[in-house]
């Protein structure tokens, strides 16, 4: 692969916990991923995002690292790490790896180190802030769990930042040694052979060094007040791109390596500014499609931000993650479609946009979010914000490889969180000796992109509800005259084109039948769920979709 592999690539997301158990314990690990590779590799995709494996407390399972540089024994030692790894790459599958960099597990030996007080080596490598003169928190800030983003502590007699959970200090950036630390924990994983990282949370590694009170943001009451203040000072400062800019210099000297930032909760802007050039990350995804059904119009608008030169930024998009209600839940029930309706629509859209795609472990199977008892959450979140949310164990739940009991995924009488009913008969195995199911149709739609030079690199231009063109880029030529009539506010449509190939693709959100004249001469309909082509009309079944080839 080029050193561009990822620009147009298909990752696919596992978190390790959920995907396979090997040694009968109820959590999956490294040794179980191994064994599926084979698995991975038959869906067509070119890699492997692998959330965190490394040693913590696993109070934010896995996000909370107490040793970024060694495996969690829960998931295995480095050496089934390595022997990983090169299973991946025996079976041409890149692999990248989360690093979660803005904070530590407060069992970090750096932490245990720095709150000891204020004159030891490490006493500045997190954000430490004396009290107001009445004792409260220096300023407003709010955590992403609820509550304020500082923690009293009383040996140094000050507060520290924490902008998820107190077991979760806040590393600071702001010290050369900290981002000197960190580089070198990014260069044991790259010696080791990893193709790139996923950057949790990569906005926040920098805070206002004047501790400034937040914004409101104007929401009201909301489940969590980090909704009512806009994070303009605990996030986004621009002294993060400086550090970027050094990890950028250190991948590029590795050769063919990536990096895809996650940006909380993001923007275009955001996403176009650490991407931009080619000093910074490779490339970024937010939060726009992770949240509730935006409508087709707000969609396009987001998709049609993008500009296409060479220093542009480049997108990534997902539509399910470890950390939000499953797509074929979040979206198909807020348009109305039913299960087995949603899943094959929303992968047709996701593997026609122009970018890189992240595809979560279960979304070719088309899980639908799991019910997770109260009695048997494990997400902090959930539990703390019960019944107002349920947190993120429903998209966490067990992979499905078989329907019996605990769906293949362990030997143990429980897994770590229970299977959900409803996955069972959409198991794996069950799917894969099914011609029309789901998994298949993933498998198809991977292909198509793989094949089409339009689907994997090509322009897009779209067209938004009710007629309207959403197009600000500098190039405002037409691709094709049947995006520029209306065609109703719950279709949507647009083109993908590159080195003489142009597809059309065309979403049903409603639940009527849509028809079209196509006036293009007659098009190849390279792929379509409940859609045909006849007698020069397009005819779309409810919450159907078709991807075309115009020329």
């Avoid at 409260?136 to 009383?154: H, L, R």
């Avoid at 909704?227 to 590795?254: A, C, V, W, Y």
């Avoid at 940006?263 to 990350?281: C, H, K, V």
């Avoid at 500098?474 to 142009?502: H, K, N, Y």
Wanted: net charge negative.
């Amino acid at each position: 692969m080029s050193d561009n592999w990822w620009r147009g690539a298909v990752l696919y997301q596992i978190y390790p916990r959920s995907f396979m158990d090997s040694n009968g314990d109820g959590i999956g690990d490294l040794k179980g991923i191994a064994a599926k590779l084979d698995y991975v590799k038959s869906l067509g995709v070119d890699g492997v995002w692998l959330s965190p494996f490394f040693k913590s407390p696993m109070r934010d399972f896995g996000y909370d690292v107490s040793d970024y540089r060694d495996v969690d024994p829960m998931f295995g030692t480095l050496a089934d790490f390595d022997a990983l790894l090169k299973a991946a790459h025996d079976r041409n599958l890149k692999l990248i790896i989360d690093q979660v960099w803005s904070h530590t597990s407060s069992d970090h030996e750096w932490f245990k180190a720095s709150r000891q007080d204020g004159t030891n080596d490490k006493s500045d490598w997190y954000v430490w802030a004396d009290p107001k003169p009445d004792g409260s928190p220096p300023n407003n800030w709010q955590a992403w769990f609820g509550g304020p983003a500082w923690t009293w502590e009383p040996r140094r007699r000050q507060y520290y930042l924490h902008n998820f959970l107190p077991t979760q200090p806040d590393l600071n950036f702001r010290n050369p040694d900290v981002q000197a630390a960190i580089i070198q924990v990014a260069r044991f994983w790259l010696e080791r052979g990893v193709d790139g990282f996923r950057l949790d949370v990569a906005n926040y590694y920098v805070h206002d060094a004047k501790l400034r009170d937040n914004p409101p943001s104007g929401v009201q009451a909301p489940a969590l007040p980090r909704n009512m203040q806009i994070h303009e000072f605990n996030s986004n400062q621009p002294e993060t791109l400086d550090f970027i800019t050094k990890l950028r210099e250190l991948l590029d000297g590795h050769g063919a390596r990536m990096t895809v930032g996650e940006l909380a909760p993001g923007s275009y802007d955001l996403m176009a500014d650490y991407t931009r050039g080619r000093n910074r990350l490779h490339t970024a995804y937010a939060f726009d499609f992770l949240s509730a059904w935006p409508g087709v119009a707000r969609m396009a608008e987001i998709l049609s931000q993008w500009r296409e030169g060479p220093d542009d930024g480049w997108p990534s998009w997902a539509f399910s993650n470890h950390d939000v209600i499953r797509v074929a839940t979040r979206w198909g029930e807020s348009v109305g479609a039913p299960p087995g309706r949603a899943a094959p629509l929303f992968l047709s859209l996701l593997l026609s946009l122009r970018g890189t795609i992240f595809l979560y472990e279960g979304e070719e199977l088309g899980l639908p979010e799991a019910d997770v008892p109260f009695e048997e959450l494990q997400d902090p979140w959930g539990i703390n914000g019960w019944p107002a949310t349920k947190g993120r164990d429903g998209c966490r739940t067990p992979m499905p490889w078989k329907n019996e009991t605990n769906a293949g995924f362990t030997k143990a009488k429980e897994p770590w969180l229970p299977v959900d009913p409803r996955h069972r008969p959409l198991a794996a195995e069950v799917q894969d000796k099914l011609e029309q199911s789901t998994l298949h149709t993933a498998r198809k739609l991977i292909e198509l992109r793989h094949a089409s030079p339009a689907l994997t690199s090509g322009s897009f231009r779209v067209q938004g509800a009710g007629g309207q063109v959403f197009d600000r880029r500098q190039d405002p030529a037409r691709a094709v005259d049947w995006l520029d009539a209306p065609v109703g506010p719950d279709i949507f449509a647009f083109t993908r084109s590159m080195e003489g190939e142009t597809m059309l693709c065309v979403f049903n959100f409603g639940a009527s039948q849509f028809t079209r004249d196509i006036g293009q001469g007659v098009p190849t309909v390279v792929w379509a769920n409940d859609t045909v082509l006849t007698g020069g009309k397009l005819i779309m079944e409810p919450f159907g979709s078709a991807i075309l080839k115009l020329s």
